[in-house]
């Protein structure tokens, strides 16, 4: 088994940044890919970024690219999602999970995380 723990999420205003952590802690080896997510009220869960555990490949999501930046420290298992200039329309609940296989729907990714509040206000 693997646990996630996200953390950092918060109340921020359009153009702010935060930085989000994922924390995975016990079979950890088996997951050799780590990827952000998000869901907002009435939404479908959207791809954010994933990141390889080993090279560190990343990858983004359309509405990512050129604000997000996905990062890991392998000594502390930790995955990070550094947003800036962030807007309203990022207002969601942010999810980690961890697989073995990187995709875009999540189904191929084996554990989630419980999920943190991003609120950005206008």
């Known amino acids: 088994q693997v646990q996630l723990v996200e953390s950092g999420g918060g109340l921020v205003q359009a153009g702010g940044s935060l930085r989000l952590s994922c924390a995975a802690s016990?079979?950890?080896?088996?997951?050799?890919?780590m990827g952000w997510f998000r869901q907002a009220p009435g939404k479908e869960r959207e791809f954010v970024a994933a990141i390889g555990w080993s090279l560190g490949w990343t990858y983004y999501g359309d509405s990512a690219k050129g604000r997000f930046t996905i990062s890991r420290d392998n000594g502390k298992n930790t995955v990070y999602l550094q947003m800036n200039s962030l807007r309203p329309e990022d207002t969601a609940v942010y999810y980690c999970?961890?697989?073995?296989?990187?995709?875009?729907?999540?189904?191929?990714?084996?554990?989630w995380g419980q999920g943190t509040q991003v609120t950005v206000s206008s």
């Open positions: 016990g079979r950890t080896l088996s997951t050799s890919f």
């Open positions: 999970a961890a697989g073995p296989t990187p995709d875009r729907t999540g189904d191929r990714y084996d554990y």
